[in-house]
Nanobody, 121 residues
Framework: QVQPVESGGGLVQAGESLRLSCAIS????????WGWYRQAPGKYRELVAT???????IYAEAVADRFAISRDNNKNTAHLQMTTLKPEDTAVYYC???????????????WGPGTQVTVSS
């Protein structure tokens, strides 16, 4: 089963940037789509960005003008470039592999440990 491993989180001040990375452990295979989720304390996990097999990207409204998702098919990795971070971006960030049915993203990997992002004001 596919196991994502996230990295790159940390403690930053508001307005700063972070770049998260995700690698896949296990047998290599062609990944259809990637998705990044986040979960803040006391809140449900939310989908913040996806990228499909041809590079099409979808973002949650709260991050659309600040975050950028990318993928490296040769390395089976994905990244989330986060700029102009805000305290409300504080959360544990998770990546997944998955696929789209229409415009809906469905993750198909297990959940990794996530990476903590903390933004101070």
């Amino acid at each position: 089963q596919v196991q994502p491993v996230e990295s790159g989180g940390g403690l930053v001040q508001a307005g700063e940037s972070l770049r998260l990375s995700c690698a896949i452990s296990g047998p290599l295979f062609t990944i259809n789509a990637w998705g990044w989720y986040r979960q803040a304390p006391g809140k449900y996990r939310e989908l913040v960005a996806t990228i499909n097999s041809v590079g099409g990207r979808i973002y949650a409204e709260a991050v659309a003008d600040r975050f950028a998702i990318s993928r490296d098919n040769n390395k089976n990795t994905a990244h989330l470039q986060m700029t102009t971070l805000k305290p409300e971006d504080t959360a544990v960030y998770y990546c997944t592999t998955g696929s789209f049915l229409g415009t809906t993203y469905y993750p198909d990997s297990t959940w990794g440990p996530g990476t903590q992002v903390t933004v101070s004001s």
